[in-house]
């Protein structure tokens, strides 16, 4: 409820990177962020992504990015080059259902076109389909989005009792039979791949 209520950063947030990644070696990117969202509005006012971004690459590093910030976050392509991944959580078509279950976030319009600046700049871009929560929403994502992304990763509903009613098995080889009908790279996330087996 705090983070609702009055988000803010953990204190010298940006000291503690910078510290970090003196002398530090990654072979794969650094994710910005799984747990939380490196464009959730208050970055708006911080800039805090801006400048971690900046640290990590000044230091060698490559970054991979999640983020349900839609436009919030093209302000930052410009700091990304070859090696950098650009990706975004889809949940929704339906603007008013993704205003209900993720009401601090971009509409989906907004996260697809952010998506689709990012690979008309070159970069690599990856889409993370978890949690499913309408089956028929999410497969019609992957067709809308296949034409500029690079990989999807599907997953299900967890934790939630609307998990119950899904056909799990159905809508994963739905995905998998439309992913591979367009070409698309992917993969299936340990959850759902134990309903395909």
Known sequence: EQFHRNPAPRPK???KLRSDTLGF??????????????????????GLT????????????????????GLRATRDLDLLGPGDEVGATLTFTDP??????????????????YLKAAHDRGL???????PVIDPEQTLDLIRQ???????????ILNH??????????????????????????YYVKKDLRKWLN
Not at 50 to 69: P, T, W
Not at 96 to 113: C, F, N, Q, T
Not at 160 to 185: M, N, Y
């Open 124 to 130: 690599k871009t990856w889409v993370s389909l978890e």
């Open 160 to 185: 939630h009792p609307l998990s119950k009613t899904i056909d799990w098995r159905a809508f994963g080889e739905r995905a998998v039979e439309l992913l591979d009908g367009l070409g698309c790279q």
């Open 96 to 113: 008013v259902m993704s205003l209900e279950w993720e009401p601090r976030a971009a509409s989906p319009l907004d996260r697809i076109k």
């Open 145 to 155: 989005a296949s034409p500029f992304v690079n990989k999807f990763k599907v997953g």
């Open 25 to 46: 070696k990654a072979d794969s990117p650094v994710l910005l962020s799984f747990t939380s969202d490196p464009y959730q509005p208050l970055n708006e006012t911080l």
């Open 50 to 69: 801006r400048e971690a971004i900046a640290i990590l690459k000044r230091n060698g590093l490559n970054v991979s990015i999640l983020s349900k910030g």
């Open 13 to 15: 947030v940006l000291e």
